[in-house]
C-alpha cells in the first residue's frame, strides 16, 4: 500500500476541520448515493450486478460505484474526503479501520445494520471503542496453497499439513524444483505482513501490541532467515524473480505454473485455479517444532462502512444491510470478498459456489478451531506492507545486513503506528 498514510491523515485532518459537507458528492438527488470499492474487473462487473439487483428490489433508490484499482483506492478517496465529498458506502481493509474510525470519518454502525446471522466472532472485527463501525464483507485466511499435480510431478507427495514444519516445506520444496529442473519451483513465497504474522504467533509473539509492534527483532531476522534458506536451497527461485512476479494474484507463480506452493490469501483460491487451469488445493501452513497454535487467523476481507456525514442514511444502510444479508447478493458476489459470514446466505448459495470457493468452504470448516482470534490494528498499520517490503526487499537483495533491516523495520513500523 503506497503513500497511503500520509494521503489518508492529511484528509482525515482536513475533513474534521470541514464544517459542512455531505456523502456521495451532492448529487442533488436524495435517493442516490455512493459506493467506493477497489478491486479487478471481474470484481467491478460482479459489483455492478449486484447493484442492478438492489436497484430492482429497491427502485426508489439509485447507487453509483465508484470504482479503482487498489493502488490508487486510498489516495482517491482521502481526496475526496478531504473536499467533503465523501462516498456514502465506503469500502476499506482492516489496516484503515482503527484511522478511519478513529477520524469520525466512518459512522458508528450499532443497531443500524441487520447483523443477527452473521458470523458473531467475525463482526467483532469490526469493532472499535466497543462500536460497530464496520461490517465485514466475508472472511479470508492466509493458507498454503498447492498443486498437487507439481508436487508429484517432482516425485513428491503432499504432506500432512497438521504435522510439517518449515523446515519439511523448505525440503520437499528443494526435492520439487531439483527433479524438475526449476520448472516448475517447489515453491514461491510471500512477503505480505500475514505471513510474518503467523510465523510470529507461532512463537508467541502478537504482531501488535499495546498500539505498538509486538514482533520481535529476533522473529524478524529469523523470518528473514526462512525466505533466504528458501532461495539458497533454490526451493524457490531468486527475490528479483520474486520482485518481477508483484503481489496480485494473476501474477503469481503459480498460476504461471513456475511453482507447487505458494500463500495467497483463501479468496483469491479461485482466481489462481482459472488462471492457471489446474487442480489447487489448501493447507494449514507449515509451523515451527512444538509451536503451541498454528499461528492462522481469520481476517475480514474486507468492510463495508458508511461515512458519518452522509445525508443518506437510510438508504446507506439499507444497501449495505442487502449487500451482507440478501442472498441474491451473496449469488452475485459469491466469494468476492471472502466467504459470506451470513450462514443464512451461505446456505442459500452453497450450490452455486465454484468447485475452487467450496475448497475454501469446507478448508475454512476444518481450521476454524485452530485459528487466532482477529486483532484490529492500530492506526498507522496502512503503511506496514510497504514498511515490512522495503526491510525485506533491503536483506534480501543484500543491501542491509538483517540486524540493521530489523531494527529499522521495527522504528518506521512503530513511527507510523505513533501517527
Not at 433508490?61 to 484499482?69: A, L, N, P, R
Not at 469446507?362 to 487466532?372: R, Y
Amino acid at each position: 500500500m503506497k503513500r497511503i498514510l500520509a494521503a489518508t491523515a492529511a484528509a482525515l485532518v482536513a475533513v474534521s476541520a470541514t464544517a459542512c459537507g455531505s456523502g456521495g458528492g451532492d448529487s442533488g438527488d436524495e435517493n442516490q448515493i455512493v459506493f467506493s470499492y477497489w478491486g479487478s474487473d471481474s470484481r467491478q462487473k460482479l459489483t455492478e450486478a449486484a447493484i442492478a439487483k438492489f436497484e430492482e428490489k429497491n427502485p426508489s433508490i439509485k447507487v453509483e460505484g465508484d470504482f479503482s484499482d487498489f493502488d490508487s483506492y486510498y489516495e482517491k478517496l482521502a481526496t475526496k474526503t478531504a473536499a467533503g465529498d465523501a462516498p456514502d458506502v465506503i469500502s476499506i481493509e482492516i489496516r484503515a479501520l482503527a484511522e478511519y474510525s478513529g477520524r469520525g470519518t466512518i459512522a458508528d454502525l450499532t443497531g443500524k445494520i441487520n447483523t443477527t446471522d452473521l458470523d458473531q466472532s467475525v463482526l467483532k472485527a469490526g469493532q472499535v471503542g466497543g462500536k460497530q463501525y464496520a461490517i465485514p464483507t466475508g472472511v479470508n485466511a492466509f493458507p498454503m496453497i498447492v498443486n498437487r499435480k507439481a508436487v508429484a510431478k517432482g516425485g513428491q507427495k503432499v504432506p500432512d499439513d497438521t504435522t510439517w514444519t518449515w523446515d519439511d516445506y523448505i525440503a520437499l520444496s528443494q526435492k520439487i524444483t531439483e527433479e524438475n529442473g526449476g520448472k516448475p519451483w517447489g515453491t514461491e513465497y510471500n512477503e505480505n505482513p500475514a505471513f510474518l504474522q503467523i510465523y510470529a504467533a507461532q512463537r508467541g509473539e502478537p504482531f501488535y501490541k499495546d498500539g505498538k509492534l509486538g514482533v520481535s527483532e529476533q522473529t524478524v531476522k529469523d523470518w528473514w532467515a526462512l525466505l533466504q534458506k528458501i532461495i539458497d536451497t533454490k526451493a524457490g527461485p531468486g527475490a528479483a524473480k520474486m520482485l518481477e512476479t508483484g503481489t496480485k494474484p494473476d501474477q503469481a507463480l503459480l498460476v504461471t505454473k513456475e511453482s507447487a506452493f505458494g500463500s495467497w490469501w483463501s479468496n483469491q483460491l479461485d482466481a489462481l485455479t482459472k488462471g492457471s487451469g489446474e487442480e489447487l488445493d489448501l493447507l494449514r501452513m507449515p509451523r515451527i517444532p512444538g509451536a503451541a497454535t498454528s499461528g492462522m487467523f481469520l481476517q475480514p476481507a474486507m468492510y463495508y462502512t458508511i461515512s458519518a456525514r452522509t445525508e443518506k442514511t437510510a438508504a446507506a444502510q439499507k444497501f449495505v444491510d442487502f449487500l451482507v444479508n440478501d442472498p441474491d447478493a451473496g449469488a452475485i458476489l459469491l466469494s468476492d470478498r471472502g466467504l459470506p459470514t451470513n450462514a443464512q446466505v451461505i446456505a442459500a448459495i452453497k450450490d452455486k459456489l465454484t468447485p475452487a470457493d467450496r475448497k475454501v468452504l469446507a478448508f475454512m470448516e476444518s481450521i476454524k478451531n485452530d485459528l487466532s482470534p482477529v486483532v484490529v490494528p492500530p492506526k498507522g498499520a496502512t503503511e506496514m506492507e510497504d514498511i515490512l517490503k522495503r526491510a525485506t526487499d533491503s536483506v534480501l537483495f543484500k543491501k542491509a545486513t538483517p540486524d540493521a533491516a530489523a531494527k529499522t523495520f521495527i522504528t518506521e513500523a512503530n513511527n507510523s503506528l505513533s501517527q
